[in-house]
């Protein structure tokens, strides 16, 4: 039996290496990751951004164990709480549901969890596939060159937000154009900051206008003020920072996935044809594109208490990354694990990571890609890039949201 080792993470920082690493391929993890795997194991230090020292969990039994471990902590409100960038603790500050664990964490789940139901998410993918239909004839409409992160998926993911909070449908076209500020490359970080405060106040002014009515529409918000607002269970701000953090955790992640694995399958022809001669194999091979891009690289926890695993000893306090994206070509647990399998039918994969945290809107995301994907490939069967591979530009590493900043395509 192998007995835990016992470095401290505040052994020689500068000797450690760099996480988060930049990807060098936009579907790849990057390679450093897969050599401290094979040089140093599941669970390897390196060096944050500050230089303060931190443990970077790459094997995936030892992330699951982990992610279900009440002794790994996920409060954004401790000052000691560790970020991958400056850009994450910024966002670090709406420490709302994400940044909250045990009964509290619960407690804001469990006042959404009906917004995301199964019923929910099938009356809502109804109004995606539609939306899908119209951006992709816009598209060709329009004519070559389009980008697809602005002309489908950033539209797409903020038109499926609209819908889960109960944005009315006058007002998408300000939500989408606010919400599409927030991501993206050609605003300043003061216009995206701008972006945020105009989201915020018209969240706020939507949640009084709510208030008002007599007979409460069906989102999100309309439930959040009838029931818990109403009731007095839960405050203003909290319905608006609820709402806040569905737009940060769900707008440009699909947005990237979207992107992300359009460049991806354009990439990779003979898996392509396979999608194209079977679009009903669609729910396979979005599962397949999210454990394979792994866009929501890293997890962030903190150590509440000593905790072993892997072989080492995480010392309370501790910080503590988790990289999905190479937990998710980890040979242990994926058959050929960096070949693209469409047909995989692999569903353990951590792309919406495990335990409490998972994330709640999977279902609606994956209707996103589905219907974006299908749609897009069916109606538009020769789109191929339209700039050479290695001119699309990969977001830093330090995004949080891993992905590309646009994507010129032509048919
Ligand atoms: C393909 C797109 C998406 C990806 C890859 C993704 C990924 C993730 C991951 C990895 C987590 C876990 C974070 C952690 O453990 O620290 C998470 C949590 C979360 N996601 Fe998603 N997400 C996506 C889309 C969405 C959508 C569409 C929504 C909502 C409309 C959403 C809302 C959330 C929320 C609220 C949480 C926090 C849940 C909690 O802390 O209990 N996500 N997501």
């Not at 050599?35 to 790459?58: Q, S």
């Not at 889960?164 to 993206?184: C, K, R, T, W």
């Not at 830093?396 to 048919?411: H, M, R, T």
């Amino acid at each position: 039996m192998s007995h835990p080792i016992a470095v401290s993470l505040t052994d020689d920082p500068a000797s450690l290496p760099d996480f988060p690493q930049q990807r060098h391929c936009p579907y790849q993890p990057p390679p450093g990751y897969r050599e401290l795997r094979r040089a140093e194991g599941p669970v390897v230090r390196a060096r944050l951004y500050d230089g303060r020292p931190t443990w970077v969990v790459l094997g995936h039994t030892e992330a699951r164990a982990l992610l279900i471990d009440p002794r790994l902590s996920s409060d954004w409100s401790r000052p000691d709480f560790p970020s991958p960038s400056p850009r994450r603790k910024a966002i670090q500050k709406a420490t709302i549901l994400v940044g909250m664990d045990g009964e509290e964490h619960a407690s804001y789940r469990r006042r959404l969890i009906s917004s995301f139901s199964v019923r929910r998410t099938r009356e809502l993918g109804e109004g995606i596939q539609r939306r899908s239909v119209e951006l992709v004839d816009a598209i060709l409409e329009q004519g070559p060159p389009a980008d697809i992160l602005s002309a489908l998926a950033l539209p797409l993911s903020s038109y499926t937000i609209c819908g889960i909070l109960g944005v009315p449908y006058e007002d998408h076209d300000y939500f989408e154009a606010q919400s599409a500020a927030l991501v993206s490359p050609q605003v300043s970080e003061e216009q995206a900051t701008g972006a945020l405060m105009s989201l915020r106040d018209y969240l706020t002014s939507l949640v009084e206008r709510k208030e008002k009515e007599k007979t409460p529409g069906d989102g999100l918000l309309d439930t959040l003020v009838s029931r818990d607002l109403a009731g007095g269970t839960i405050s203003r701000d909290d319905v608006i920072r609820l709402g806040i953090i569905l737009l940060m955790a769900g707008h440009e992640t699909t947005a990237s996935m979207i992107t992300l694995s359009t460049f991806t399958l354009l990439q990779n022809p003979e898996q392509l044809a396979a999608f194209r001669a079977d679009p009903a194999g669609g729910a396979l091979a979005v599962e397949e594109l999210l454990r394979y891009l792994s866009i929501g690289d890293v997890a962030m926890r903190i150590a509440a208490e000593d905790i072993t695993v892997g072989g080492v000893t995480l010392r309370a306090g501790d910080s503590v990354m988790l990289s999905t994206a190479e937990i998710n070509r980890d040979p242990a647990a994926f058959e050929r694990p960096d070949e693209l399998d469409l047909a995989r039918g692999a569903r353990h994969h951590l792309g919406f990571g495990f335990g409490v945290h998972q994330c709640i809107g999977q279902n609606l995301a994956r209707a996103e890609m589905e219907s974006a994907l299908t749609t897009l490939f069916t109606r538009i069967p020769g789109l191929r890039l339209a700039v050479p591979p290695e001119q699309v530009e990969i977001k830093p590493a330090q995004s949080g949201v891993q992905g590309i900043y646009e994507l010129p395509v032509a048919w």
